[in-house]
């Protein structure tokens, strides 16, 4: 694809809740990554993949945050249990590899209420 | 880890005026600095980029400058046009030595240019 796709753009749920963000990257892209952007600040790391593995889950708020990518390209986040506190721009990005440029994704806006 | 702080939080300049905006840094072992606008509603986008064996680095009406002992860099933007109005962050990152480039992130600045 031309850039780095996130599906859903915009999604609801009820506190309580199960949520999956999906993430394609760009095709061939190694590295893939997770962040996350509350209203007027910056974007903050939550997980990095290399490949099918997770090599960096430091930024991850707690067990309810969780993220895959089996087959090395599309990664899923998903977050159970979902709380108010947890509304916020989900971004994702990719890179060839760890050390290129990280292309992003234009979000997926998820609003617990 | 990596704190980066950034300022003004908010900045309006006229049409061809210049705007800088600064960003500071706490890890000594960073070594990339890149800057992304990102307009309302849409993804943040790479703009330029600085690694820390440069102290400046130019293109076209906008320059990046970067001062490793007192940790910090800043983002020049010169004959500003109403479309450079957006939100700017800084970033600090680690690359080589088998690091991630994770990305730490200032809390951004509103760029206001008014015509």
């Known amino acids: 694809g031309a850039g780095v796709s996130q599906t859903p753009s915009n999604k609801v749920t009820e506190k309580g809740k199960y949520v999956e963000l999906r993430c394609d990257p760009i095709?061939?892209?190694?590295?893939l990554y997770w962040y996350r952007q509350s209203l007027g600040q910056g974007p903050e790391f939550l997980i990095y993949?290399?490949?099918?593995?997770?090599?960096?889950d430091s930024g991850l708020p707690n067990d309810r945050f969780f993220a895959v990518r089996p087959e090395g390209s599309v990664s899923t986040l998903k977050i159970q249990r979902t709380e108010r506190g947890d509304s916020a721009v989900y971004l994702c990005?990719?890179?060839?590899?760890?050390?290129?440029?990280?292309?992003f994704g234009q979000g997926t806006r998820l609003t617990v209420v | 880890g990596e704190n980066v702080e950034q300022h003004p939080s908010t900045l309006s300049v006229q049409e061809g005026d210049s705007a800088v905006i600064k960003c500071t840094y706490s890890?000594?072992?960073?070594?990339?600095f890149p800057w992304y606008k990102q307009e309302l509603g849409k993804r943040p986008q790479l703009i330029i980029d600085?690694?820390?064996?440069?102290g400046e680095k130019k293109d076209q009406r906008i320059a990046v400058t970067l001062n490793k002992t007192a940790k910090h860099f800043s983002l020049h933007i010169t004959e500003t046009q109403p479309e450079d109005s957006a939100v700017y962050f800084c970033?600090?990152?680690?690359?080589?030595?088998?690091?991630?480039?994770?990305?730490?992130f200032g809390k951004g600045t509103l760029l206001t240019v008014n015509p």
């Open positions: 990005a990719s890179s060839l590899t760890a050390s290129t440029e990280a292309f």
């Open positions: 095709s061939g892209h190694t590295a």
């Open positions: 993949f290399q490949g099918t593995g997770a090599a960096d």
């Open positions: 890890d000594s072992a960073s070594n990339y």
């Open positions: 600085i690694r820390s064996n440069v």
């Open positions: 970033a600090a990152s680690i690359r080589g030595g088998g690091s991630n480039y994770k990305l730490t």
